[in-house]
């Protein structure tokens, strides 16, 4: 048993080192062949047309907000529980923030209230709707769609936490099945890895286009090798071949990646499920998510309870401080947090536990006792 249980890390084997290792040896090890195939496996792998790798999933939200030619006036309806990517390169862009409160049973938005702000934009701009499937459970993104009036309006879906994943009505996320486009992350922590990385995925060869465009200066090449056109000032966001090789590599396992995570969550369940000092998120969509965190909500003081837990080789972490709360975020929305309550009363329980493929049944067993030992 290990001396120290992180909140998440990655794993890695011995094929992923060879897949690697065989790449770097390789004349060509950016923009090659098997950053094509990685391309190709995971929208295979979700069910979309078109996917365009970029080198961070903060990018591809970066990109996505791009392809959709978000601007002035334009309003972005997400969840304060999230990391800034999800909203900061729409703010970037001039576009304002409305946050919908969450549903602390998920930790996603609350649906209803999602479906009662979906006319937001005014007639000078255009919605842009990007949900967030917190920790792998994915919203119900049917409902959304079918309420969504505006035919100008975008749907953005930050899948971040959630490639593995269904929707309730069972298909695949990442198959932007009701979305314009869908982001992934391939950060350590996540149920893949490329290092860093991410993807973004669509039914749409128009926003495949400006993907492409973005990620390299935007640049378009004519007919002729030697000749190009810059038609946007973009940046250089390319993944390498040694990113795909590992993605690659990783793509093989996702499967076995889920049903761990799974069973650790089921393990995590059956043990904390007798302590009333602990809540935990509803377990009804528990066979179609593919979980990223292991969360839990206690009213505990959290900075010594984390600390506490921690001397006993427990790691955790927060996800997320609310996004209003962030000066950047709040020179935009001001002062927010009596509008979001149950935001408020997550932010100040939840606590993010041990959950990574790594982990044993017997790992979860002792790191739940401690936890318990530990209220």
């Known amino acids: ?8 890390k990655q794993s890695i084997n011995e094929q992923d080192c060879e897949q690697v290792l065989a790449a770097l040896k390789q004349p060509i090890i ?14 295979a792998t979700v069910g979309a047309e078109y996917c365009v790798v970029v080198n961070s999933g903060s990018t591809a939200l970066e990109a996505a907000y791009y392809a959709a030619q978000g601007r002035v006036n334009d309003k972005v309806l997400t969840t304060p529980n999230s990391f800034i990517a999800s909203c900061g390169p729409g703010i970037r862009r001039g576009m ?27 007639s000078r701009g255009r919605l842009f709707v990007v949900p967030v499937h917190f920790g792998g459970i ?12 505006d035919p100008r309006a975008v749907i953005i879906e ?5 490639l593995g ?18 982001i992934l992350s391939f950060h350590p922590v996540k149920n893949i890895t490329t290092g860093e990385g991410g993807a973004i995925t669509t039914n749409d060869p128009e926003l495949y286009k400006r993907l492409l465009d973005f990620r390299n200066n935007g640049i378009q090449r004519t007919g002729q ?8 000032f973009t940046g250089n966001y390319n993944f390498t071949e040694l990113q795909a090789a590992l993605g690659l590599s990783q793509l093989e396992r996702m499967e076995a990646f889920v049903d761990k995570r799974r069973a650790l969550v089921k393990r995590y369940r059956e043990k904390l499920k007798g302590c009333d000092k602990i809540r935990l998120f509803t377990d009804k969509q528990d066979d179609i998510t593919a979980f990223h965190l292991m969360v839990i909500q206690t009213q505990m003081d959290r900075t010594p309870f984390m600390e506490k837990l921690r001397e006993k080789g427990v790691g955790t972490q927060l996800h997320y401080l609310p996004l209003y709360r962030h000066t950047a975020v709040k020179e935009k929305v001001g002062d927010i947090a009596e509008y979001l309550p149950e935001m408020e009363a997550y932010a100040k329980t939840a606590l993010s536990i041990p959950l990574y493929y790594d982990l044993t049944l017997q790992d979860v067993d002792h790191i739940a006792d401690l936890l318990q030992q530990s209220l």
Do not use: Q
Request: contains cysteine; charged residues 30%; glycine residues 6%.
């Open 1 to 8: 048993m290990t001396d120290f249980f992180p909140y998440g």
């Open 30 to 43: 950016t923009r090659g062949e098997l950053v094509h195939n990685f391309e190709e496996k995971l929208k």
């Open 96 to 122: 304002t923030p409305c946050f919908v409160d969450i549903d602390r049973a998920t930790g996603n938005m609350d649906l209803e209230k999602t479906l009662l702000n979906l006319d937001y934009a005014s």
């Open 138 to 149: 994915a919203m119900d993104m049917k409902p959304i769609r079918e309420e969504l009036r």
């Open 158 to 162: 930050d899948a971040a936490h959630a």
């Open 165 to 182: 994943s269904k929707y309730p009505s069972g298909e695949k996320v990442g198959s932007c099945t009701y979305s314009d486009m869908t």
């Open 225 to 232: 090798v030697w000749d190009y056109d810059v038609t946007a």
